[in-house]
């Protein structure tokens, strides 16, 4: 119940904004023009800041956001080349959100284009706690040590978007682009491979391992973890990830209950 009531205050608010400093909250530049110049919240309007790690309290937007702002210069945006941010009030006491009983992991091939980016947004909202984006032996996608960074703190910046549209309290972590022999010496020992004909996902079942269109290379799929079907059809790598961050997160929430058993 107090979860439910914590999620209520949570959907009343305005919007939800991450901040560094929950003591004196302030909106970053990009997050002051989301709230001011996109959702075009007015003065005294109630919102959430939160710092990213389960403690948030709810603040007032300021009148004077973005100060030093000139007269027609969108508020949140650039004042003489130097961006402007958005003071918000503490009007409540600190909240700490629990943690999740368990966190959950899903590693998903990476796909060609902005797909991956989409897969990072859907996997914020069902509530992945641990996203990993994977070079597999068939995956299109070729990085190299420079966009593997760039593209990981794309994905990060997806994320924050997401989470503070969802209301998460709790950001997930998003890894850099790892090829799949390295993710395997990172992932949670109950972790599963999704693959046509495999068994049912176990109960205690931490990550599920998603592979590329083009299907695990035999070499991967004799890397030791059990195997979980994903459903009667042939899913898109994006989709078979986010039924598997579904199944996960019912299961850890008691919504639905998996059949005790191994996946093969």
């Given at each position: ?14 919007a939800l904004v991450y901040v560094a400093d929950l003591d004196a909250p302030v909106a970053a530049p990009d997050d002051a023009h989301h709230?001011l110049d996109v959702l075009r919240l007015r003065p005294d309007e109630v919102v959430v800041a939160c710092d990213g790690r389960g403690t ?209």
């Amino acid at each position: 119940m107090e979860r439910y009531g914590q999620l209520q205050k949570l959907r009343r608010a305005a919007a939800l904004v991450y901040v560094a400093d929950l003591d004196a909250p302030v909106a970053a530049p990009d997050d002051a023009h989301h709230l001011l110049d996109v959702l075009r919240l007015r003065p005294d309007e109630v919102v959430v800041a939160c710092d990213g790690r389960g403690t948030w309290r709810a603040c007032r937007v300021r009148a004077e956001s973005g100060s030093g702002r000139r007269r027609g210069t969108p508020r949140g945006r650039a004042v003489d080349g130097h961006p402007t941010g958005a003071e918000l009030e503490p009007v409540g006491p600190l909240t700490v959100a629990a943690q999740p009983s368990h966190p959950l992991t899903v590693a998903f091939a990476m796909t060609k284009g902005d797909r991956p980016e989409w897969t990072v947004q859907k996997l914020t909202e069902i509530g992945v706690d641990h996203i990993v984006p994977l070079l597999t032996r068939r995956t299109v996608v070729r990085l190299g040590p420079q966009e593997r960074e760039r593209r990981a703190d794309k994905l990060r910046r997806v994320a924050r978007e997401a989470g503070a549209q969802s209301r998460r309290t709790h950001l997930p972590e998003v890894a850099e682009p790892v090829a799949f022999e390295r993710a395997l010496e990172r992932l949670p020992s109950a972790s599963l491979v999704a693959e046509p004909g495999g068994g049912f996902m176990d109960p205690g079942t931490r990550a599920v391992l998603v592979g590329p269109e083009g299907g695990w290379d035999p070499a991967e799929l004799a890397c030791g973890l059990g195997r979980v079907d994903l459903g009667p059809s042939v899913l898109r790598a994006d989709t078979a990830a986010l039924v598997a961050a579904a199944l996960l997160g019912a299961a850890r929430s008691g919504a639905v209950l998996l059949p005790a058993g191994r996946a093969r």
